[in-house]
């Protein structure tokens, strides 16, 4: 069975640091991975995903993520963080093969960027 | 345009009482739809997911059942509510096998 673990549960930063949020996936298969942000009170947003192509993807809101897949790695990356960004962050993948499309989440992290 | 509809946004409900929680997708035609039960350090949890009317899979062992008895409906329901049912629960909808994205509702919040 797919499983996708995020290994930062919490993370504060101040404005203007960088950030990099770890994201591993569990599964043989070919997956499409995802990032979606959840802002205090909003629902769920895609921040970006892969599906193919290049391993390095671009983002809404400066942020981007590379797919490393000998290390079944997504890790999510914005090179300097704004006090908006405070947020809870997911990764998520699904099969590609599969036709019911059930995306699987992390456990999410809690960002809080302080101003 | 494509939405989603998902209600009561809240709701308080005694231990032992019924639920019936609905979503409604507008807009398209035989989606995939989705319910996830959201819990604080835990993520979102995908519970019931549905390819088609009347076809219900279950991806953990609970309290809850789901059906879809129309191709843009699809409701999470519980005989008797446990204390540990509480929680957020969230709709979800996908095409051609989220090559498009997800669309997720607004969200339930439930308190037993």
């Known amino acids: 069975a797919q499983s996708v673990s995020q290994h930062n549960h919490h993370v504060i930063l101040s404005e203007a640091a960088s950030l990099e949020l770890g994201c591993n996936y569990s599964y043989g298969g070919t997956v499409n991975l995802f990032w979606y942000v959840q802002y205090p009170g909003q629902h769920l947003q895609l921040l970006l995903k892969?599906?193919?192509?290049?391993?390095l993807v671009k983002g809404i809101k400066g942020f981007e993520a590379e797919f490393i897949k000998s290390k079944f790695s997504f890790n999510l990356r914005k090179p300097s963080v704004q006090w908006s960004d405070t947020a809870e962050y997911f990764c998520?993948?699904?099969?590609?093969?599969?036709?019911?499309?059930?995306?699987?989440f992390g456990q999410g992290t809690t960002l809080q960027v302080k101003p | 345009s494509q939405t989603i509809h998902q209600w009561p946004a809240t709701l308080v409900q005694p231990v032992g009482s019924p639920l019936s929680l609905e979503c409604t997708v507008e807009?398209?035609?035989?989606?995939?739809l989705y319910w996830y039960r959201q819990a604080a350090g835990r993520g979102l949890q995908l519970l019931f997911y549905s390819v088609g009317i009347g076809q219900i899979s279950s991806e953990v062992p609970q309290n809850l059942s789901a059906s879809r008895p129309q191709d843009r409906q699809f409701i999470l329901s519980s005989k008797k509510l446990l204390l540990s049912d509480s929680g957020f629960y969230l709709c979800a909808w996908t095409k051609d096998r989220g090559l498009y994205g997800y669309t997720f509702g607004s969200g339930t919040r439930l308190t037993v």
């Open positions: 807009g398209t035609s035989n989606p995939n």
């Open positions: 892969y599906f193919s192509g290049d391993p």
């Open positions: 998520a993948v699904n099969d590609r093969g599969s036709n019911t499309g059930k995306l699987i």
